[in-house]
């Protein structure tokens, strides 16, 4: 079957990083997803990775690793604002979203 | 910028009863998708359109329908409703069939309860 892993919640401290982690496995790959929702609202899109690598956008990075079907979110100086959980999403072969639980991160000042 | 707009915000509904969840989009996307999230779970695909005038099952289709007459719109149909299908609902659009970078641009939501 079709799934996603990453951590229910995570705790990090206001200008440190955290990362988060993604594990998935789908029928076929057309890319990994990362967006941000805060509580109450929609998600909004942060990243997307299909070739390994690291791709970086501001404090923003996201990480692929295709051989070992794995991701993560790098969030570096953070604030209070990046409180909110984190949503891992795999693309199947047929284009399909295969949605993680979501990671809710605190930041504690 | 108005881009996905969904309505009503929030609804109470008798179990039983019928609604219509509506979904309105002014990007011009071709690609269309209703989602169900729940506490402790990913969100779930219900229905999908890749183009005005068809559309297609998603992972949790029962219970629900919807259609595409045009471009922009995109209302979800609940024809009797049950407790479980008490849930947030979004609609979201993407300017192709997912099949580039496939981003998701996501409505407000709709907070359903059914009772």
């Known amino acids: 079957g079709q799934n996603i892993d990453q951590p229910t919640e995570m705790t990090a401290t206001e200008g440190a990083i955290v990362q988060i982690n993604c594990t998935y496995q789908?029928?076929?790959?057309?890319?990994l997803f990362w967006y941000q929702q805060h509580a109450g609202e929609a998600p909004t899109f942060l990243s997307y990775?299909?070739l390994d690598g690291l791709e970086e956008k501001g404090r923003f990075s996201s990480f692929l690793s295709r051989s070992k079907g794995y991701s993560y979110l790098l969030l570096k100086e953070l604030q209070m604002k990046d409180s909110a959980s984190y949503l891992c999403?795999?693309?199947?072969?047929?284009?399909?979203?295969?949605w993680g639980a979501g990671t809710k991160l605190i930041i504690k000042p | 910028t108005a881009g996905i707009t969904q309505a009503p915000t929030s609804q109470i509904l008798a179990a039983g009863r019928s609604m219509t969840l509506r979904c309105t989009q002014d990007?011009?996307?071709?690609?269309m998708y209703w989602y169900r999230q729940d506490l402790g779970l990913g969100l779930r695909l219900i229905h999908y359109?890749?183009?005005?005038?068809?559309?297609g099952k998603g992972e949790v289709p029962d219970g629900y329908s919807v259609s595409r007459a045009n471009t922009d719109d995109f209302p979800l149909t609940l024809a009797s409703a049950v407790p479980s299908q008490t849930s947030v609902y979004f609609c979201?659009?993407?300017?192709?069939?997912?099949?580039?970078?496939?981003?998701?641009?996501f409505g407000e939501g709709s907070r359903l309860t059914v009772l």
């Open positions: 789908t029928s076929g790959f057309n890319g």
């Open positions: 990007m011009r996307h071709n690609a």
């Open positions: 990775n299909v």
């Open positions: 979201a659009s993407s300017g192709s069939s997912g099949r580039d970078t496939g981003e998701l641009f």
């Open positions: 999403a795999a693309m199947d072969s047929n284009y399909q979203l295969i």
């Open positions: 359109s890749n183009t005005a005038g068809t559309t």
